[in-house]
């Protein structure tokens, strides 16, 4: 893999229209399932409130400094995430692995995650024909269990889904993923105040606030740390180029920690809203917060059968969903598309149909994993929670651990002030030397901590 050949490409770059747009297009990368479906119920199977706080400490300590690199660098070499690393590093040194194992976590996450958005579309259906509207857990469960344990429809809807982004990803990058996410963020915003207001004047509520934000931290383990980070990761969409990717299409009077730091915490707000929407629920219906992948299907539909006009509001709750999952979607496919397309130069169709078809391959295998593959296990776990695990805490810890380290030890200080101040055109010498100082230790530190413990590799 050469530098050249990634320059050649006779594309022209296209660029992000508006600050506006980046800010939006990043944050629409980010918000998705990861705060509707995966933060309430990682949130729930790790004890709450405790888990919360270290999830936030990541997101501190670890997900901001590292989303400010990605961008920086991918707005440096405005390629994608593997050539980036290739022009960035000094010759014959492997960074380039980093944009690779990139590549190779979207095929993985889009495997799950695709289908996660498939039962999404399904309940859309099931919402319009009224079915799941009950407060019975009962009835919520039985409806669940019968969408993922069918092949067929688990493996439709997912087809379905990956047909709209693939869509989506051929219009291109300033069409297809500003203008969708600018207009409707607000509008789930606002339909998540609405059911978090529900859902806390539930009778029992309280008991479900108090798990949100009264910390045990008797309940937490070196694999819950593990998993927080990784779902700090996730949810920011970095350690694997997706950020990288987007930077490279960053304008240059773009201030890149000001919109990472705004887009983490906007990220943060929209999951705490969502765990305000289902853990009162939880309770007050007699579920179980740690019911794992199934909590959301499950909660949601209780809170709406309890409201006036729930049935229609649940409509519109998932399609919404769908909506958010599919800005995420976009960024992820992004990464191996780029990249087919400036390393062999295959026009931005063939590049996006090339992944798509990979991923729907791939992603068969977690979509039958509660059916037709329910019984077949690596490590101890189906396909889906194989791709879940691997990426969230082996794949991206380990790319941000080493883009930590390439921008503390390699790319190095001066580098590194003069990309994030636009070349001196924003003051903001001290956010610079807080992050780098960051980067250079604390980041690479705690990564390694955390993964080595978690994994059990040290005790
Ligand atoms: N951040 C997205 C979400 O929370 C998922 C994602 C992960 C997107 C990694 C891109 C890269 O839904």
């Known amino acids: 893999m050469s530098v050249q050949s990634s320059e050649k490409a006779p594309i022209n770059r296209a660029k992000f229209a508006t600050n506006l747009g980046v800010l939006a297009a990043t944050l629409g990368s980010a918000v998705g399932l990861g705060n509707i479906w995966k933060f309430p119920y990682l949130t729930g199977s790790n004890g709450g409130a405790a888990f919360l706080l270290v999830y936030i400490v990541c997101i501190l300590l670890i997900g901001i400094p590292v989303m400010v690199s990605e961008l920086v660098l991918g707005r440096a070499a405005r390629s994608n995430a593997i050539a980036t690393m290739q022009k960035l590093a000094p010759a014959k040194q492997p960074w380039w692995l980093i944009g690779a194992a990139g590549v190779l976590a979207a095929f993985m996450i889009m495997a799950f995650y695709s289908e996660v958005a498939a039962w999404v579309f399904a309940y859309i259906i099931k919402a319009i024909q009224g079915g799941i509207l009950s407060t019975d857990p ?273 790319w190095g200080y001066k580098k590194l002030n003069d990309a994030l101040s636009n070349h001196g055109t924003l003051s903001n010498q001290i956010i610079i030397k807080v992050l780098y100082g960051t980067l250079l230790v604390v980041t690479p530190i705690l990564v390694a901590i955390v993964m080595l413990n978690g994994l059990k590799i040290i005790k």
């Open 138 to 410: 009962n009835v919520t469960k039985a409806a669940f269990g019968d969408l993922v344990s069918n092949p067929v429809q688990s493996l439709i809807w997912q087809w379905i889904d990956l047909a709209v982004v693939g869509f989506i990803i051929l219009l291109g990058v300033n069409k297809g993923i500003e203008g969708a996410t600018k207009k409707l963020m607000p509008v789930l915003l606002f339909l998540l105040i609405l059911v978090g207001i529900r859902s806390l004047t539930l009778p029992g509520a309280g008991q479900g606030l108090a798990f949100l934000f009264q910390p045990d931290f008797s309940k937490l383990t070196a694999a819950s740390f593990l998993v927080a980070m990784g779902l700090a990761f996730f949810k920011l969409s970095v350690g694997m180029g997706t950020m990288i990717t987007y930077g490279s299409y960053f304008r240059d009077d773009q201030d890149i920690p000001g919109t990472a730091v705004r887009v983490a915490f906007s990220d943060l707000a929209v999951s705490l809203l969502a765990g305000i929407a289902i853990f009162p629920a939880v309770f007050a219906f007699g579920y179980k917060p740690d019911a794992g992948a199934s909590l959301l299907f499950l909660t949601i539909p209780s809170v709406f059968a309890s409201m006036p006009l729930g049935g229609f509001f649940m409509v519109i709750f998932f399609i919404l969903t769908a909506i958010a999952s599919i800005g995420a979607q976009i960024s992820l496919v992004e990464v191996p598309v780029a990249f087919l397309q400036e390393k062999f130069q295959f026009s931005r169709q063939k590049a996006s149909i090339i992944t798509v078809v990979g991923i729907a391959i791939v992603g068969s295998l977690a979509a039958l994993s509660n059916s037709s593959l329910a019984s077949a296990h690596v490590f101890g776990m189906t396909f889906f929670d194989l791709f879940d695990y691997a990426t969230s805490n082996i794949l991206l810890p380990l790319g941000g651990l080493f883009i930590a380290i390439f921008v503390g030890w390699v």
